[in-house]
């Protein structure tokens, strides 16, 4: 019998390749304001400002999906194409460990699970910015199932 959290990510491997049929417009919009709700309080105290005129490309090469992040003076803006300064690229059970905190971000790029391309003093300053945030920022509800998917995911 599955676990809950084996549950999930056997659903997670049917429901997120078709993320990618959905309207990059949608994807923006639900994207932006998740991003800019969650992350209010570090974004109010400037710690994403480093992404100011710069982008970050995010690249999930195992959905097909690539989301452009900078900083502006609303927030966190994505964009379905720009020159990227930095790209990070990882499939998805990457980022998913890296977001539930179920393996160490330098472990993840050491073994080329994630990678940094381009500027890597910017990749490395925002995956250490990334790591440094509080999972407090995140809505209770989805900081369990992040960390219960992560765990599930982590113990294989």
């Given at each position: 019998?599955?676990?809950?959290?084996?549950?999930?990510?056997?659903?997670?491997?049917?429901?997120?390749?078709?993320?990618?049929?959905?309207?990059?417009?949608?994807?923006?919009?639900?994207?932006?304001?998740?991003?800019?709700?969650?992350?209010?309080?570090?974004?109010?105290?400037?710690?994403?400002?480093?992404?100011?005129?710069?982008?970050?490309?995010?690249?999930?090469?195992?959905?097909?999906?690539?989301?452009?992040?900078?900083?502006?003076?609303?927030?966190?803006?994505?964009?379905?194409?720009?020159?990227?300064?930095?790209?990070?690229?990882g499939?998805?059970?990457?980022?998913?460990?890296?977001?539930?905190?179920?393996?160490?971000?330098?472990?993840?790029?050491f073994?080329?699970?994630?990678?940094?391309?381009?500027?890597?003093?910017?990749?490395?300053?925002?995956?250490?910015?990334?790591?440094?945030?509080?999972?407090?920022?995140?809505?209770?509800?989805l900081?369990?199932?992040?960390?219960?998917?992560?765990?599930?995911?982590?113990?294989?």
């Open positions: 019998m599955l676990s809950r959290s084996q549950w999930l990510l056997k659903g997670a491997d049917k429901v997120l390749p078709l993320v990618r049929r959905v309207p990059f417009v949608i994807q923006r919009v639900a994207l932006q304001q998740a991003l800019n709700r969650c992350l209010a309080e570090p974004l109010r105290d400037g710690e994403f400002d480093l992404l100011r005129g710069r982008w970050l490309c995010l690249r999930i090469p195992d959905l097909d999906l690539a989301w452009y992040l900078t900083r502006n003076r609303e927030g966190l803006q994505i964009a379905e194409r720009a020159k990227a300064c930095v790209t990070i690229r499939n998805w059970r990457e980022f998913l460990l890296l977001a539930s905190r179920q393996e160490d971000p330098d472990t993840l790029f073994r080329r699970r994630l990678v940094i391309e381009g500027d890597t003093e910017l990749g490395l300053t925002l995956k250490n910015l990334i790591d440094s945030l509080d999972p407090e920022v995140l809505p209770v509800w900081w369990r199932n992040l960390e219960r998917a992560g765990k599930g995911l982590a113990a294989g």
